[in-house]
């Protein structure tokens, strides 16, 4: 089996296929097969997920809009035109509605990072008359040559968008979260060399934190933070934690899942046993005295020899190069930063302990052949 082949992570296919549904036909419903309303803000995440799709997808396609086969009369006999029904004009009616809503219109947008591709699609189309008009109103009747006009606006502005993607800026943005994953695996590299440097044993517990089918669609990011936030609060108050040498965490978003979290935690390997346990109690402590009952764990301890090509779960030695190389390729996975969860929220999406120092704590075991890094971080 994959050693991560239990996670849903979609690929952008089967990601436009859920959020085709979603804005077409699905209806959530209870156990009951009753309809939920949904809060509003799970319907913006999901939408501003939709236009980033939308706006990569006509990015690859680059098409334009046919004058001759767009502009129709009214009525028959009439002096007055219309912009004919046509995919690439809806698509950019709806993209242009909800983007300027969201970030135009209303103070919304003030919890989400829009993608490179809808800043620049703003930018484009912002202030285009005919789509406010089209899209909060009705699109309107005009002459022949205002129509001409129209289309000539709105082919020079997908221009200008698809040029924009051209530029040093736009290549820049779209490497962050790439950027941003190289730090962080770094930081997270370093913690780990810096706890086996004081500590000959660690004993290595994953979990992922996240909320149950029903729940989640409610737990926006603030709700999720509080949940994180305290569990981060026991770490200096429950003795569950008692020996906690470190410690680091991701946000991660999936359609069906919603805001979760990737935890893996650091414990002194020569105070602490039976990793599978640790991992169920930490569950348990998220899924009831940190959620109140809406937390859905995962105990990735459990099965970890079966589950996993790398296993790097439970007690690590600092001789063990082996599994410790498997950390290391863990640690890739835990840093890569998710898309979604960068662009649904303002705040941090990865965070690591304090680095300790070699003064921090004795280190147990016979005495090391050699000093330096202990193992190769691949870096």
Not at 254 to 272: L, M, S, V
Not at 335 to 342: F, P
Not at 345 to 354: E, Y
């Amino acid at each position: 089996m994959d050693q991560y082949a239990y996670y849903d992570t979609p690929n952008d296919e089967e990601m436009l296929d859920w959020l085709g549904g979603l804005h077409g036909s699905e209806i959530i419903t209870n156990a009951a097969g009753q309809p939920i309303a949904m809060p509003s803000d799970y319907h913006w995440r999901n939408d501003l997920v939709w236009v980033d799709q939308q706006l990569k997808a006509m990015a690859n396609t680059r098409q334009f809009l046919d004058h001759q086969r767009l502009i129709q009369p009214e009525a028959f006999g009439a002096d007055t035109v219309v912009l004919a029904p046509d995919p690439l004009l809806e698509r950019l009616t709806t993209l242009f509605t909800v983007l300027v809503t969201m970030f135009h219109e209303t103070d919304i947008g003030q919890y989400y990072r829009p993608s490179p591709y809808a800043t620049r699609f703003l930018w484009a189309f912002g202030q285009c008359a005919y789509l406010h008009e089209a899209g909060f109103r009705q699109p309107p009747a005009m002459s022949r040559h205002e129509a001409e006009q129209v289309l000539t606006d709105l082919n020079q502005r997908l221009e200008a968008w698809h040029q924009s993607m051209n530029q040093l800026d736009f290549t820049y943005e779209c490497n962050r979260n790439r950027r941003n994953s190289r730090n962080n695996y770094k930081r997270l590299c370093e913690l780990m060399e810096a706890l086996f440097e004081c500590h000959s044993r660690l004993m290595v517990v994953r979990v992922d934190l996240g909320y149950s089918e029903f729940d989640s669609p409610y737990i926006g990011y603030e709700t999720a933070r509080y949940h994180r936030k305290q569990l981060c609060h026991a770490f200096n108050t429950d003795p569950l934690f008692n020996h906690l040498l470190g410690y680091a965490w991701k946000l991660e978003w999936q359609p069906k899942k919603g805001f979760h979290y990737h935890f893996i935690f650091f414990f002194d390997g020569h105070q602490c046993q039976e990793d599978i346990t640790k991992a169920r109690l930490i569950s348990e402590m998220w899924a009831k005295a940190i959620t109140g009952g809406q937390g859905h764990p995962w105990n990735c301890n459990l099965d970890a020899e079966q589950t996993y090509h790398y296993n790097a779960m439970g007690c690590i030695d600092y001789h063990d190069t082996a599994k410790q190389q498997g950390l290391f390729k863990l640690a890739k996975y835990l840093t890569k930063i998710d898309e979604y969860a960068a662009m649904l929220v303002n705040g941090r999406t990865f965070q690591t302990s304090r680095k300790p120092s070699s003064q921090d704590g004795p280190r147990r075991g016979r005495p090391r052949l050699y000093q330096g890094r202990p193992f190769n971080s691949g870096r």
